[in-house]
């Protein structure tokens, strides 16, 4: 198993509705930045549910904060 693998299983999984509650966006929006190759992908977590791994999307959530304070310095 990978340094990513255990690091994730320090989190939680997280549904696409906790996933927008988390981050603000709407579904579409998670979806359309995932496109664009800038927000994680859902792991499957059954035959017909994926889920987000938390530590994944609080990453993202650091990485965009980090953009906002590099934008205003």
């Excluded at 509650?21 to 190759?37: D, H, L, R």
């Excluded at 059954?46 to 965009?64: D, I, T």
């Amino acid at each position: 198993m990978d340094t990513t693998s255990v690091e994730a299983l320090d989190g939680r999984f997280l549904r696409l509705k906790d996933v927008c509650n988390e981050t603000g966006m709407p579904a579409s929006s998670v979806y359309a930045e995932m496109a664009k190759g800038e927000f994680p992908r859902p792991v499957p977590i059954s035959a017909r549910r994926v889920a987000w791994l938390e530590p994944e999307v609080k990453q993202w959530k650091a990485k965009q904060i980090a953009k906002r304070d590099k934008a205003v310095a």
